[in-house]
């Protein structure tokens, strides 16, 4: 409030301002005139106070502050004043306090930024605590009291003019008290600024004190938003619809960008909360339309509300023209990178979608579509036209994440689905007898064909056709989102019944991965479109293998009453198919592959074992083979226990077997048991075995035995790596028996691998020292049969291990057995490089100069991880030298 002293008053601007605003004046002539009435009453009544004689009474009465009057100005704005108490008050005075008033006023605004402010200077118009206190303490003065003598004491009080004074002086103070006040106090303010905000009669004072509301804490935590809240309902209660949508609405609108999330964080919340106080049209327009940017917000928290208050929004529309702008909406939030902001939408906003629009069908129809389209939109697995990986799709993270959550809504859907095709059933008197599940009797009924039900139809004609269409998109590696969809279509089986799981939805799948199936409990007018479900080529078929034979398995046939159903099928898979001559090795891969995911689910384990041991002590060798493949991929599905009592027993029946071929078969899968577990009575069991395979002594079984233990290396116990150490040792000692230039450079190459790898974990000084040095050493003494890059990777890899035995071991090396190496200067031209062996002469096959320069090129502090990287160099060069002599020949 703007305070001037008595000089202010009797400043001779009263002809100017009777000149600018004469009508003014005019208007509110009545007002003043009360006024003034109402003072000088309020002075009269102070009047017979006896005067006090001593100096001090006299000095206060000399010094008292003026009294204040309040008059309107020109916008209807309730202003006070102060008021010389010597001289008598006339129209054109007020009106030169007006004037003065107008002139020399801060906004609010300005007020707030205001980084501080004197108390004790009156020159901004707002009064030091000392003058209040001097206003509301001092005696009326002798002027005052004869001033009062000059009106008339019967003036009646004027209430409502004294409350709108009191509003005004609280308005224009608010603004400068609220920086004074400590954050986490500030709300203790609220009552006042709702009570300003309420009461006062200025546009533009309120609009400036509801800045004020909203922007009363810089970052408010949720209890300090829920109180600004409260704050702001409870003044929409009061101010009604019209003030509500000018006022509070267009301060939701300023703070929708604003730079701390938790002023944006409020706006959401006052979304959901002020709908209510606002009229209909209001609701689906404005509001809608600042919820809509708040979900593109960059915070998740902003996003997460603004779902929030969209779910609270949704009941309050007038009318349906949203709709499909909120399922929009809907399914963007649900596609939100933040598991968060998914919940929230799955948990509210989808059913408050559901609930208000009543169009679940059009939710279904678009969601299938946005299934399909997040998989069909990622690129192919390869690029060749008309192959299987053509079809097969890479999914990045993101379309992985949408893919996870629309097969979750469509989960979170179904209980409605049943519950429509329930209420929709044209068979009423049968279906109220049989509950919620669809019996044989129901069924019988809808396969007549006599009525249409299109609630309890999309089930089976679109849903579990655009499921199979998914399945055949991802690739193997895929199991999340197949596991997601094999539990809807158990959830599927359990709600609509066995009947259901039985007469259709096992024909549905069965037509779909090839088979012949039942169609008596179909209409006829459907069956065109099962049959197309069929595949017709040998990309189709085999894509059907990849993709819906899973989905049969576990999710058809595994619900918990096809247990019998499950075990003929797979020995029809497994034991019959195998037995096929004409069954190539990629349908078996295929089918392992599918057994594999059926072994994810732990309740099929058993059955799974069982038929298994029938494969493994069969006399058939194809099934002895496979059921070692089935062993090798399921490992990583099971626990020690299974492991222990059946996984093992199996294998080691298999690597006893006479035939070479089922024990080849068998090793690959005792790697995967060691790469898998850690326990020492597992680990010792492996350890007998592998020794088994080695007395064999074939070329054959010794690499499949060095090749699967390899893979082992990084996941196994020190002992183990140790026992493996030994065996590499001894292996590379022995004299190589295979004449075939081939066979050598493949135990040469394997023997290498597995030196890198061995190098690439933890091994003791002793084990470096007594097994893996003499190992690179006796694999050196052949360098005509290393690939370059791994004889390199030998050489580092003595230097590193060997430290400062390096040149003397290859000095004893070169004279011992006169190689070419890169390892030291002593091949030079008058070096060990032109001595001549008793064996053949050997040339190099890479350039010694090279590797010399590489291996002392060497930073000393090379670390493990350096190592790590140079084995998959090394893989990576062995590799593409391989692809270049396939393409060569």
């Given at each position: 409030?703007?305070?001037e002293?008595s000089?202010?008053?009797?400043?001779?601007?009263?002809?100017?301002?009777?000149s600018a605003?004469p009508?003014?004046?005019?208007?509110?002539?009545?007002?003043?005139?009360?006024?003034q009435?109402?003072?000088?009453?309020?002075?009269?009544?102070?009047?017979?106070?006896?005067?006090l004689?001593?100096?001090n009474?006299?000095?206060?009465?000399?010094?008292?502050?003026?009294?204040?009057?309040?008059?309107?100005?020109?916008?209807?704005?309730?202003?006070?004043?102060?008021?010389?108490p010597?001289g008598?008050?006339?129209?054109?005075?007020?009106?030169?306090?007006?004037?003065?008033?107008?002139?020399?006023?801060?906004?609010?605004?300005?007020?707030?930024?205001?980084?501080?402010?004197?108390?004790?200077?009156?020159?901004?118009?707002?009064?030091s605590?000392?003058?209040?206190?001097?206003?509301?303490?001092?005696?009326?003065?002798?002027d005052?009291?004869?001033?009062?003598k000059?009106?008339?004491?019967?003036?009646?009080?004027?209430?409502?003019?004294?409350?709108?004074?009191?509003?005004?002086?609280?308005?224009?103070?608010?603004p400068?008290?609220?920086?004074?006040?400590?954050?986490?106090?500030?709300?203790?303010?609220l009552?006042?600024?709702?009570?300003?905000?309420?009461?006062?009669?200025?546009?533009?004072?309120?609009?400036?004190?509801?800045?004020?509301l909203?922007?009363?804490?810089?970052?408010p935590?949720?209890?300090?938003?829920?109180?600004?809240?409260?704050?702001?309902?409870?003044?929409?209660k009061n101010?009604?619809?019209?003030?509500?949508e000018?006022?509070?609405?267009?301060?939701?609108?300023?703070?929708?960008?604003?730079?701390?999330?938790?002023?944006?964080?409020?706006?959401?919340?006052?979304?959901?909360?002020?709908?209510?106080?606002?009229?209909?049209?209001?609701?689906?327009?404005?509001?809608?339309?600042?919820?809509?940017?708040?979900?593109?917000?960059?915070?998740?928290?902003?996003?997460?509300?603004?779902?929030?208050?969209?779910?609270?929004?949704?009941?309050?529309?007038?009318?349906?023209?949203?709709?499909?702008?909120v399922?929009?909406?809907m399914?963007q939030?649900?596609?939100?990178?933040?598991?968060?902001?998914?919940e929230t939408?799955?948990?509210e906003?989808l059913?408050?979608?559901i609930?208000?629009?009543?169009?679940?069908?059009?939710?279904l129809r678009v969601?299938?579509?946005?299934?399909?389209?997040?998989?069909?939109?990622?690129?192919?697995?390869?690029?060749?036209?008309?192959?299987?990986?053509?079809?097969?799709?890479?999914?990045?993270?993101q379309?992985?994440?949408?893919?996870?959550?629309?097969?979750?809504?469509?989960?979170d859907?179904?209980?409605?689905?049943?519950q429509?095709?329930?209420?929709?059933?044209p068979f009423?008197?049968v279906?109220?007898?049989?509950?919620?599940?669809?019996?044989?009797?129901?069924?019988?009924l809808?396969?007549?064909?006599?009525?249409?039900?299109?609630?309890f139809?999309?089930?089976?004609?679109?849903c579990?056709?655009?499921?199979?269409?998914?399945?055949?998109?991802?690739?193997q590696?895929e199991?999340?989102?197949?596991?997601?969809?094999?539990?809807?279509?158990?959830?599927?089986?359990?709600?609509?019944?066995?009947?259901?799981?039985?007469?259709?939805?096992?024909?549905?799948?069965?037509v779909?991965?090839?088979?012949?199936?039942?169609?008596?409990?179909?209409p006829?007018?459907?069956?065109?479109r099962?049959?197309?479900l069929?595949?017709?080529?040998?990309?189709?078929?085999?894509?059907?293998v990849?993709?819906?034979?899973?989905?049969?398995?576990?999710?058809?046939?595994?619900?918990?009453?096809?247990?019998?159903?499950?075990?003929?099928?797979?020995?029809?898979l497994?034991?019959?198919?195998a037995?096929?001559?004409?069954q190539?090795?990629?349908?078996?891969?295929?089918?392992?592959?599918?057994?594999?995911?059926?072994?994810?689910f732990?309740?099929?384990h058993?059955?799974?074992?069982?038929i298994?041991?029938e494969?493994?002590?069969?006399?058939?060798?194809?099934?002895k083979?496979g059921?070692?493949?089935?062993?090798?991929?399921?490992?990583?599905?099971?626990?020690?226990?299974?492991?222990?009592?059946?996984?093992?027993p199996?294998?080691?029946?298999?690597?006893?077997d006479?035939?070479?071929?089922?024990?080849?078969?068998?090793?690959d899968?005792?790697?995967?048991?060691?790469?898998?577990f850690?326990n020492?009575?597992?680990?010792?069991?492996?350890?007998v075995?592998?020794?088994?395979?080695?007395?064999d002594?074939?070329?054959?079984?010794?690499?499949?035995?060095?090749?699967?233990?390899?893979?082992?290396l990084?996941?196994?116990?020190?002992r183990f790596?140790?026992?493996?150490?030994?065996?590499?040792?001894?292996?590379?000692?022995?004299?190589?028996?295979?004449?075939?230039?081939?066979?050598?450079?493949?135990r040469?190459?394997?023997?290498?691998?597995?030196?890198c790898?061995?190098?690439?974990?933890?091994?003791?000084?002793?084990?470096?020292?007594d097994?893996?040095?003499p190992s690179?050493?006796?694999?050196?003494r052949?360098?005509?049969?290393?690939?370059?890059?791994?004889?390199?990777?030998?050489?580092?890899?003595?230097?590193?291990?060997?430290?400062?035995?390096?040149?003397?071991?290859?000095k004893v090396?070169?004279?011992?057995?006169?190689?070419?190496?890169?390892?030291?200067?002593?091949?030079?031209?008058?070096g060990?490089?032109g001595?001549?062996?008793?064996?053949?002469?050997?040339?190099?096959?890479?350039?010694?100069?090279?590797?010399a320069?590489?291996?002392?090129?060497?930073?000393?502090e090379?670390?493990?991880?350096?190592?790590?990287?140079?084995?998959?160099?090394?893989?990576?060069?062995?590799?593409?030298?391989?692809?270049?002599?396939?393409?060569?020949?």
């Amino acid at each position: 409030m703007h305070i001037e002293g008595s000089s202010s008053v009797q400043n001779p601007v009263t002809s100017s301002v009777d000149s600018a605003q004469p009508q003014a004046l005019e208007n509110y002539k009545e007002e003043i005139v009360s006024l003034q009435k109402e003072i000088e009453r309020l002075k009269s009544e102070k009047r017979d106070i006896p005067d006090l004689s001593d100096s001090n009474c006299a000095e206060k009465e000399s010094t008292y502050t003026e009294e204040k009057v309040v008059e309107v100005d020109e916008n209807k704005t309730l202003i006070s004043h102060p008021v010389e108490p010597a001289g008598p008050i006339d129209s054109n005075s007020l009106s030169a306090s007006v004037q003065a008033f107008d002139n020399s006023t801060h906004k609010p605004e300005d007020n707030l930024a205001e980084p501080a402010m004197n108390p004790s200077s009156t020159a901004d118009g707002f009064p030091s605590s000392r003058t209040l206190s001097q206003q509301n303490e001092k005696p009326p003065s002798e002027d005052s009291r004869l001033h009062s003598k000059s009106e008339t004491p019967s003036s009646g009080p004027a209430p409502d003019n004294m409350g709108l004074g009191t509003i005004q002086i609280l308005a224009d103070a608010l603004p400068k008290i609220v920086p004074y006040v400590l954050i986490n106090h500030r709300e203790e303010l609220l009552p006042l600024i709702m009570c300003a905000i309420e009461r006062h009669p200025d546009n533009a004072t309120r609009d400036s004190l509801t800045h004020t509301l909203f922007n009363l804490i810089k970052r408010p935590d949720e209890q300090q938003r829920r109180i600004i809240m409260d704050a702001c309902v409870s003044l929409a209660k009061n101010v009604g619809e019209m003030r509500t949508e000018i006022e509070l609405l267009p301060q939701c609108w300023e703070q929708i960008n604003h730079m701390y999330e938790e002023r944006r964080l409020l706006v959401a919340q006052s979304c959901g909360e002020l709908a209510e106080f606002v009229r209909p049209e209001i609701r689906d327009s404005l509001i809608l339309s600042i919820v809509q940017q708040l979900i593109e917000d960059p915070a998740t928290v902003v996003r997460e509300a603004a779902a929030h208050n969209l779910a609270l929004l949704l009941p309050l529309f007038p009318h349906m023209d949203k709709y499909f702008k909120v399922e929009e909406l809907m399914f963007q939030l649900a596609c939100d990178p933040s598991g968060v902001v998914v919940e929230t939408t799955l948990k509210e906003l989808l059913p408050a979608l559901i609930n208000w629009g009543n169009k679940l069908d059009h939710i279904l129809r678009v969601l299938i579509s946005h299934i399909l389209d997040s998989a069909e939109h990622c690129p192919p697995l390869a690029g060749v036209e008309g192959s299987v990986e053509s079809h097969l799709r890479v999914l990045g993270e993101q379309e992985r994440w949408n893919l996870d959550i629309l097969l979750r809504i469509l989960a979170d859907l179904l209980p409605h689905v049943h519950q429509k095709a329930i209420e929709t059933c044209p068979f009423s008197s049968v279906s109220e007898s049989n509950g919620p599940k669809f019996s044989s009797s129901v069924l019988e009924l809808y396969a007549g064909g006599h009525v249409e039900w299109p609630a309890f139809e999309w089930m089976h004609v679109d849903c579990f056709s655009g499921l199979i269409q998914l399945s055949c998109l991802l690739p193997q590696k895929e199991d999340s989102l197949r596991n997601r969809t094999t539990k809807f279509l158990l959830a599927v089986s359990e709600l609509f019944g066995e009947s259901y799981s039985t007469h259709i939805m096992m024909p549905v799948f069965l037509v779909a991965v090839g088979d012949a199936a039942d169609f008596t409990f179909f209409p006829p007018n459907i069956h065109s479109r099962i049959r197309g479900l069929k595949p017709r080529t040998a990309v189709a078929e085999r894509l059907a293998v990849l993709g819906i034979l899973p989905l049969l398995l576990a999710g058809v046939l595994g619900s918990p009453g096809k247990r019998e159903q499950l075990a003929d099928y797979l020995r029809k898979l497994l034991v019959e198919g195998a037995m096929k001559e004409n069954q190539s090795i990629t349908h078996n891969n295929d089918i392992v592959n599918a057994v594999r995911f059926l072994c994810t689910f732990e309740e099929h384990h058993s059955l799974i074992f069982d038929i298994l041991w029938e494969m493994v002590v069969s006399s058939n060798i194809e099934l002895k083979i496979g059921a070692a493949n089935i062993l090798k991929v399921i490992v990583t599905y099971v626990d020690a226990k299974v492991a222990s009592t059946h996984v093992l027993p199996a294998l080691i029946t298999l690597g006893s077997d006479q035939n070479l071929k089922v024990r080849n078969a068998s090793i690959d899968a005792f790697g995967a048991v060691a790469q898998h577990f850690k326990n020492d009575m597992i680990v010792d069991k492996i350890r007998v075995q592998m020794d088994a395979f080695l007395e064999d002594g074939s070329h054959e079984t010794t690499m499949a035995v060095v090749r699967s233990l390899v893979v082992a290396l990084p996941h196994t116990t020190e002992r183990f790596r140790d026992y493996f150490l030994t065996k590499i040792f001894q292996l590379t000692s022995m004299p190589a028996f295979a004449t075939d230039g081939m066979s050598r450079r493949e135990r040469a190459n394997v023997f290498c691998e597995a030196i890198c790898a061995v190098d690439a974990t933890d091994i003791s000084a002793n084990s470096i020292r007594d097994f893996l040095l003499p190992s690179i050493q006796n694999l050196l003494r052949d360098p005509d049969t290393l690939d370059p890059a791994h004889k390199e990777a030998l050489e580092i890899i003595l230097k590193e291990r060997s430290g400062g035995t390096f040149d003397a071991l290859s000095k004893v090396m070169g004279a011992h057995i006169g190689i070419p190496s890169s390892m030291t200067s002593i091949f030079g031209e008058g070096g060990l490089l032109g001595k001549k062996e008793s064996t053949a002469p050997t040339s190099p096959v890479g350039s010694p100069r090279a590797g010399a320069s590489s291996a002392h090129g060497l930073a000393p502090e090379d670390t493990r991880f350096m190592r790590i990287m140079r084995v998959t160099d090394m893989l990576r060069g062995k590799a593409k030298s391989q692809e270049e002599t396939h393409q060569n020949q």
